[in-house]
């Protein structure tokens, strides 16, 4: 699928080359920030919707094993490199280091954790409103060097003394239990 604006310069032939996207935010495949940027804004889009989904995996119910709790993996990377590859056929592309990056933090991260990488940590503390812990650092990828890497644990909510709050991990209640499962 391409974004209505490439789509609409293909259309006219206007020629079209990759573009670096400073102000972008990777969540595995998923991309904010691309190809209308929003300035910083791709952060806290990008580790909104991780933890909304870390969220939901951690109430889901697998129906045929009730026992077992769906776990994911997140990771998150800033800027990225995007483009149309190919005319006949063409596609939309993220590439590059940034791509690379972004799915080491995902298959270097822990079931129902979010990591990020320092890029990411440091947009989503200018943006704030964000609990972030160091992880520590780890060789990422082999040839790549060590990373500082840091989780990415919740939002940060002002209760009586003021103090982030870290989320709930208790699973709740399934408010709409699917009768026979």
């Known amino acids: 699928m391409l974004p209505k604006q490439v789509a609409d310069d293909l259309r006219q032939g206007k020629p079209l080359q990759a573009q670096s996207y400073v102000s972008a935010t990777v969540f595995f495949m998923v991309v904010?920030?691309?190809?209308?940027?929003?300035?910083?804004?791709?952060a806290s889009e990008i580790a909104s919707m991780a933890l909304d989904l870390v969220g939901v995996c951690r109430t889901f119910r697998i129906p045929h094993k009730p026992g077992m709790q769906l776990q994911i993996r997140a990771g998150i990377h800033s800027p990225v490199v995007a483009g149309v590859v190919g005319t006949k056929m063409p596609r939309y592309c993220l590439f590059g280091d940034t791509v690379n990056t972004s799915s080491r933090m995902e298959s270097t991260s822990l079931a129902l954790k979010i990591q990020c990488s320092s890029s990411a940590f440091y947009l989503l503390e200018e943006i704030g409103g964000y609990v972030l812990e160091c992880r520590g650092t780890l060789q990422v990828k082999q040839g790549k060097g060590d990373m500082v890497t840091y989780w990415l644990e919740g939002k940060k909510t002002t209760g009586p003394d003021s103090r982030p709050a870290k989320p709930n991990t208790e699973p709740e209640k399934d408010p709409f239990p699917v009768p026979g499962f």
Do not use: F
């Not at 904010?32 to 791709?42: A, D, K, T, Y």
């Open 32 to 42: 904010s920030g691309v190809p209308q940027e929003n300035g910083i804004l791709h």
